[in-house]
Structures are given as C-alpha cells and as structure tokens.
C-alpha cells in the first residue's frame, strides 16, 4: 500500500515531465472508486493547465489552471502513470486503467486501480485544506512541526501502542505499515510498547528516526512489494533497504537474532526481540 514515500517519489517524477502540460482529453471508463468519480468530471478539467504538482500526507494535489485541485489518492493498488514512448504498458493490466487524461504533448497520464479504493477529486483549491479528506490530518513528518517536543506533548497519557500511533494519520500524516515498523527499528523501540511508557528518549530517537526513514525510502522511489510502481511504471527500490519489514525469521542486520512478527492492531508488525526495547 503506497504510503508518504511512495506518494513523494511519483510527485518528483512527475513534477519534471507534466507541470505545463494542458489536458487536452479526459477519460472515465470507470468511475466506481472509494468515491465516485463525478459524471462532469471529464468536462470540468479539459483545457486545464496543471500548474503545480504538491502533496499533503498520502495525496497528490495536482493544481489545475482555474484555482481548481486534484486530489489523488492511490488506495491500496493505484498508480498514476505518465505514458508514452517505451512506457511498459504490459506490466499494468488495461481493464484496470479507470481514468486517462490525455496531455498536449501527446503523452497520457493513466490512473490505474484494481482494487479500487483509489480516490480522485476536484475541490477549489481555495477549499482543498478543509475538504473532508484534509482537514483533520496531524502535520506532515518531514515538515518543521513535526519534532520530538510535538510528539512528547501528543504522547502524553496515550494507551494505544506506539506503532498504531505512528500510523494514526491525526498523530502525523502518511506513515502506514512498512514505514512505522521501520522507523521502531531505528529508533530501536518495540512495535507494541504503549505509547505512555516511553521515555522522552525514545520519544526522540522515534521523532529522529521518523524523517530520515522517509527521506531514504524517497531517495530511493519508495518500496514496492506488489503493485506499486512509480509514474514511469517502475518499482521502487527501497524493498531491498528493510531492516526489518517482511523479514520474519530472517537475521537481524544489526545483531543477527531472527526478526520477529507478533500482531498489533490487526497488522503484522516485525521487529529485532534483542535491538528493539
Ligand atoms: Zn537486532
């Protein structure tokens, strides 16, 4: 499931190639996602330039001419995919190819979702940071506000584990399974402690740890397990840098014990029982 790095990667990249770009020509052939694409849609962003390409937690704000956003929202299977020339069409299966904006400079930027839990909206962006999706989301994880001092003034009396508070997107926004067990491994924490027993210590290594996580995983294109790909329709390559996600049984990098998976909040959750405390 993409989460903050993934959504960041696909921003950069496409930030190079469409920023400038009019949609020429737009496409439903499927509007039933997590929301239903409007039936004006198509009629509501043709002669559009996409004017700036910005992101808040897990959504990609694609700024049309006319103060009109594009929420984009990847679900759990999406991918926003700018095509054209040698882009390999054969790694993404077509019936799954919902929306197609065609660009004018003949390339076509393709949202692609089997699951379907994929959102696209159009708010006026005078409007966009109250929309429903917005509003109630905690700040952004490589932005200033989010600091070890917030965090220990957040975690005061809090009962919930620490990993499920990492991924509560009102806490902090964008950070979901892989990132939050690997963060706890950095910050050498254990995925189920309550968040009120932590130490203002370890509080700061989990607010250290958290940015420069998410900053290698971005340099890196994020992490793909199975159907992310970037807007060039490639893999991530940050799946080979896990320390300790999806690796149950398999040696600690630090210390060599087998890395651990025990449930928290219905989630997998990997950990080093001899590192992580
Ligand atoms: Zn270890």
């Known amino acids: 499931m993409p989460e903050l790095p993934e959504v960041e990667s696909l921003r950069r990249l496409l930030v190079r190639s469409v920023v400038g770009r009019t949609i020429v020509h737009a496409t439903v052939t499927n509007a039933a996602l997590r929301r239903r694409v409007p039936s004006d849609f198509a009629r509501q962003i043709v002669g559009r330039r996409i004017e700036r390409l910005g992101r808040r937690a897990k959504y990609l704000m694609v700024e049309l001419g006319g103060e009109l956003t594009m929420l984009v929202h990847l679900g759990m299977s999406g991918s926003l995919t700018r ?25 076509r930027l393709v949202f692609n979702d089997p699951r379907r839990f994929g959102l696209v909206k159009l708010v006026a962006r005078a409007d966009a940071a109250s929309c429903s999706e917005l509003r109630a989301l905690g700040p952004e994880p490589l932005g200033p506000d989010f600091n070890s001092a917030y965090l220990a003034q957040k975690a005061r009396g809090r009962r919930a584990a620490i990993k499920n508070f990492l991924m509560d997107q009102k806490v902090v926004a ?43 995983a971005i340099g890196l294109r994020g992490t793909t397990f199975r159907s992310y790909r970037d807007s060039r ?29 025990v449930v928290v909040g219905q989630r997998a959750s990997f950990f080093c029982p001899r590192c992580q405390h």
Do not use: M, Q
């Open 233 to 261: 329709g490639k893999p991530g390559a940050f799946s080979r840098r896990l320390k300790v996600y999806g690796r149950e049984n398999e040696p600690c990098p630090r210390c060599w014990a087998p890395i651990k998976n």
């Open 83 to 107: 095509r054209c020339g040698a882009f390999p069409e054969s790694s993404f299966d077509r019936r799954h190819d919902h929306l197609e904006l065609k660009l004018d400079d003949r390339s």
């Open 174 to 216: 964008g950070i979901g399974n892989i990132y939050a067990a690997e963060i706890l491994f950095r910050a050498g924490v254990r995925p189920a402690r309550r968040v009120y027993t932590l130490s203002r210590t370890e509080l700061k290594r989990i607010a250290e740890a958290t940015p420069n996580v998410l900053r290698e």
